[in-house]
């Protein structure tokens, strides 16, 4: 993949989003281990070795390797610096025809809270996503209390669609969760699987 679709780089001048290296784990690590409280609620318990260099070695390989193989696009906000790493955008279960979507996933240092920073970061990585991996449906889900994460979601187009009982465990309990999705209305099928789409008239 990517030797057709270049590694992301995006940026609106007031932040940066893209795939991590090797040389960001260290303030991947400092973005992780600095809001590991804040986000205990919100997010499945994670081990111990989560927040180890040798983790994030083997993750940050890892996370190529999918982006490669189109698995999933594991994204990184970053300051404009470059360097200091205030949140994450994860766009997973990506599948081709007949679907054509994926699920996102994203978090945001407690300290950026409030300040609209990643309904920037998300403006710049989901129209990035639609367009480069032609996907036509991004779904997102969110505890029920979450709601800085509704409120976000629904600036950003996403229709609630309904309920999923004891979805996740979260912070080790199972937890009911909001489903939400976007569509991309102009979505138009590009490779082989061209014939087998029907054109849908009059749908928004």
Known sequence: MTGIIPLPHLSDGSLIVRLATADDIPAILAFFIANREAMCPVEPRRPDSFYTSSFWEM???????????????????????????????????????????????????????GRGRMQRALNLAIPWIFDMLN???????????????????????????????????????????ILTALTHSDWQARDHTAPLVHKQRGKD
Not at 83 to 110: K, M, R, W
Not at 148 to 161: I, P, T, Y
């Open 59 to 113: 993750r940050v390989a890892l996370n190529l390797s999918h982006y490669e193989r189109a698995h999933s696009v594991c994204l990184f906000v970053f300051e404009p610096d470059d360097q200091t790493v205030i949140g994450d955008i994860n766009f997973t279960n990506i599948s081709g025809y007949p679907h054509h979507g994926c699920t996102l996933g994203y978090a945001l240092a407690e300290s950026q809270w």
């Open 135 to 177: 996907l036509h449906r991004v779904a997102a889900n969110h505890l029920p209390d979450n709601e800085r994460s509704a409120r976000l979601l629904q600036k950003l187009g996403f229709q609630r669609e309904g309920m999923a009982r004891d979805y996740l465990l979260i912070d080790g309990l199972w937890r009911d969760h």
